[in-house]
Nanobody, 120 residues
């Protein structure tokens, strides 16, 4: 059974930074494409960033390009999301995702979510 365990959320002021981590437990992370989604209160879950199995290919939603960076360490079975220049609209629950192909085309496993709150 694959589990995704997230950490690193919290409260930060606008313009600040946070780093999220997600550990893949129960399987080898290099078998999966990984990514991050988020869901703000009253809104649908949306794609944030994705990274391929080997880390060669990364993609981002337009609103976070230049501010967020996704990376992975397959030796540690971990994917990261470095978030800089945070804005109020980045406030959401952030979910780690894993899929056999790109998470944009389909997600096989979800993490439990970690809250990110950006305050003015």
């Amino acid at each position: 059974q694959v589990q995704l365990v997230e950490s690193g959320g919290g409260l930060v002021q606008t313009g600040g930074s946070l780093s999220l981590s997600c550990v893949v437990v129960g399987d080898t992370s290099s078998w999966y494409a990984l990514g991050w989604f988020r869901q703000a209160s009253g809104r649908e879950r949306e794609f944030v960033a994705a990274i391929s199995r080997g880390g060669e290919t990364r993609s981002y939603t337009t609103s976070v390009k230049g501010r967020f960076t996704i990376s992975r360490d397959n030796a540690e079975n971990t994917v990261y999301l470095q978030m800089n220049s945070l804005k109020l609209e980045d406030t959401a629950i952030y979910y780690c995702a894993a899929g056999r192909d790109s998470v944009v085309s389909g997600v096989d496993y979800w993490g439990q979510g970690t809250q990110v709150t950006v305050s003015s």
